[in-house]
């Protein structure tokens, strides 16, 4: 499998939410963890339908004889951390506590997370079929003590995990025999085996799994966008069925190999931000906001931080030891711009606002429209007269203002309409540098001479 290309994406979605600014253990925030692609067990589901025990993947494929698939599940197991110091002294008899700070380090109990994948392969041929693989992971406990640096034990940390188990169901579904499309189901279940009476969530959070997401390639075949399917296969895609998750195309721009179905809606082939220095568990791409606010952090919150969790206290030493020139990649990042070449010593020409490559069959600086007999057209005065079947209610404080037409555009339906900056707007220059205008149709303005 290749699925080198999309893990970078596939990690960001696995630990999305995973830990919020402040990265704190005490921060209200962070006491209602694992939000996203939660699949709980299926008492625990019957018991509280608000949480869900399995997801369903459905998207639609190309095959040749002789495709395959090669698939992996994806998710977080919650690892529970607990800390216990010694009494009487360093004997072997420990009580609970939340935290315990030894010789100036913090240590508090936490929920952590232990990422667990299962692999699969599975031969795609044009009848329909359908296949299970069950798969298990163990209950496992381990003890690390706590020492102080004279050698004396101050206690321990324990960490559990549960035993857990799930089930993967396959099923190829072609519409007939001599098509080269089928529709393809991937459905996660979990499976694990658990009393969900007057448990609390954080409980069932413990035989769940977290951020689960599926990662699919095809050989032999390819992937259909069901984000922007071609024409006749929409009603195809359109009957698919996702249910708690979303399908995308994934890995390098153009290629129709490899899908992420993740809990997350995403467009086809998403980046993560590539001046990105590292995990802020956000994938908004805000990471210059979340850089500096973790800068404003005192002392001893970054110090309750570092002692939350290993991934926290990374995020704290990055942003505390990061240069000045990473912090400037993250300010003002622009996304889809051309780039731009001049000779040297050339005079540089500001980009025009809209894309000319987008229709070179309409021209909006040079286009004009009919009002009332008028030509109106770029650098045109009019009043504005928004009309009742607008829904805006700030659309009031228009009727009446004068404008100045900045471009004639065309609509999906080929109506033409008008960008406009008001006149008495102390913001209309910044506006017109950045392109952002006011629309509205001819019959909703009337012609100034």
Known sequence: MSFERAIKIADAVLYEGYMLYPYRASARKNQMRWQFGVLVPRAWSEADPSEHSWMQTECVVMIEPGANLAGRIRFLQVQHRSIEKTIDGGSEMYQPVDSLDVEGRLLNTWDEAVERSVDFSHSIDRDRNERAIEFAFPECREIEPIMTSSGFRA?????????????????????????????????????????????????????????????????????ISMVDPPEELKATVASCENLRTWPVLAGAEGDRNILLSSPIILYDYPQVAPESPGELFDGTEIDEILTLRTLTLTDEEKREARASDSRAAAIIDRVDNMPPEMLDRLHGAMRYL???????????????????????????????????????????????????????????FLVGKTARVEGVFFDVDNRQYLAVTVEDDPGAELSQWHGRFLYFYPDEVEALL
């Open 155 to 223: 206690g321990r940390i324990v960490r559990e995990l549960r035993a857990l188990s799930g089930r993967i169901i396959i099923r190829t579904d072609s519409p007939s025999a001599q098509s080269r499309f089928a529709k393809l189901r991937v459905r996660i279940e979990n499976t694990t085996t658990c009393n969900a009476a007057g448990a609390s969530r954080d409980d069932a959070m413990r035989f769940s799994f977290a951020s689960a997401h599926t990662l699919l390639e095809i050989t032999g075949g390819e992937f």
């Open 338 to 396: 051309r780039g731009v070449t001049n000779p040297i010593g050339a005079a540089t020409q500001a980009p025009p606002w809209w894309d000319p490559a987008a229709d070179a069959s309409v021209s909006p600086e040079t286009d004009c429209v009919q009002v009332a007999g008028a030509n109106v057209s770029k650098g045109s005065r009019v009043r504005l007269c928004p009309g009742t079947r607008r829904s805006d209610a700030q659309d009031i």
